[in-house]
């Protein structure tokens, strides 16, 4: 059974900094494009970053480059986003997935996680 475990979300004044972690089970970890996806209320679910299994290349959405940043560890099978100098905007839902097609995209993703909520407050 394939398992994405969030956790790290929480409240933080703007300016502020978090650490998301995603830890991963039942799958072949090291082989899948591991990356980001937040959703706000009202709005529909957006790329935030991506980190391929091959070349270890990241991508980032332009709203959040220079202040999130994606690692992956595929000895513990987990993928983290630091995030720094958030914004009252960065209030979302974060979701980790699995096997998301390179790019800026949610799409093709096989696997999610089940969100953890950012707050950030003004």
Do not use: H
């Given at each position: 059974?394939?398992?994405?475990?969030?956790?790290?979300?929480?409240?933080?004044?703007?300016?502020?900094?978090?650490?998301?972690?995603?830890?991963?089970?039942?799958?072949?970890?090291?082989?899948?494009?591991?990356?980001?996806?937040?959703?706000?209320?009202?709005?529909?679910?957006?790329?935030?970053?991506?980190?391929?299994?091959?070349?270890?290349?990241?991508?980032?959405?332009?709203?959040?480059?220079?202040?999130?940043?994606?690692?992956?560890?595929?000895?513990?099978?987990?993928?983290?986003?630091?995030?720094?100098?958030?914004?009252?905007?960065?209030?979302a839902?974060?979701y980790?997935?699995?096997?998301?097609?390179?790019?800026?995209?949610?799409?093709?993703?096989?696997?999610?996680?089940?969100?953890?909520?950012?707050?950030?407050?003004?």
């Amino acid at each position: 059974q394939v398992q994405l475990v969030e956790s790290g979300g929480g409240l933080v004044q703007a300016g502020g900094s978090l650490r998301l972690s995603c830890a991963v089970s039942g799958l072949a970890f090291s082989s899948y494009n591991m990356g980001w996806c937040r959703q706000a209320p009202g709005k529909e679910r957006e790329f935030v970053a991506i980190f391929t299994w091959t070349g270890g290349r990241t991508n980032y959405a332009d709203s959040v480059k220079g202040r999130f940043t994606i690692s992956r560890d595929n000895a513990k099978n987990t993928v983290n986003l630091q995030m720094s100098s958030l914004k009252p905007e960065d209030t979302a839902v974060y979701y980790c997935a699995a096997g998301l097609a390179y790019g800026s995209t949610c799409n093709g993703a096989n696997y999610w996680g089940q969100g953890t909520q950012v707050t950030v407050s003004s």
